[in-house]
């Protein structure tokens, strides 16, 4: 399986998917999600998950990776730039905006693609996106280990792909 995004350029995420983009929540979280493709999905896929995470986060975050985004249930191989806002064919996942660190955004505003913002240096971020040979019992809110949990034996195959962002 191969995943490519436009908006990561040569490992390095363009500025529109972070804080220096133009789409912000009332909490000043970015909003305007990656585009993404993927080609090759192993035989049996069914959906696809996709986690964007940020290890870099660990030390300015109080000890957590930063979510950013958790999609479920996506039944197609494109995401087109903003989907996060007009798509209704997959459910999306609360984010760590939703912390005392992210300004405890509730949980509904949370649950939403929640852009690049690293406050001490330039951060690798990774997408990984995980073909699922079935669809997951979960809704809108949905947290990290509950999609975890319900992926734990459904896997097929897994590509992640990384970008950094500056500060």
Request: net charge negative; charged share 20%.
């Amino acid at each position: 399986m191969k995943v490519t995004s436009t908006g990561i350029l040569h490992g390095v995420i363009s500025d529109e998917y972070g804080k220096r983009g133009t789409q912000f929540n009332a909490h000043g979280m970015p909003t305007y999600s990656l585009p993404l493709s993927i080609q090759d999905a192993p035989a049996g896929t069914v959906s696809y998950a996709i986690v964007l995470e940020d290890k870099d986060a660990y030390p300015v975050s109080g000890g957590f990776v930063w979510i950013h985004w958790t999609v479920a249930n996506l039944t197609r191989t494109e995401l087109e730039e903003n989907e996060r806002i007009s798509a209704t064919d997959f459910v999306q996942g609360a984010n760590s905006w939703m912390s005392v660190q992210g300004g405890q955004q509730s949980r509904k505003e949370s649950s939403y693609y929640g852009g690049m913002c690293p406050p001490d240096a330039t951060h690798l971020y990774e997408l990984h996106v995980f073909a699922l040979d079935t669809k997951l019992q979960l809704e809108n809110g949905f947290y990290l280990n509950e999609l975890y949990k319900q992926m734990d034996g459904h896997i097929l195959e897994q590509c992640t792909i990384k970008g950094t962002y500056d500060n």
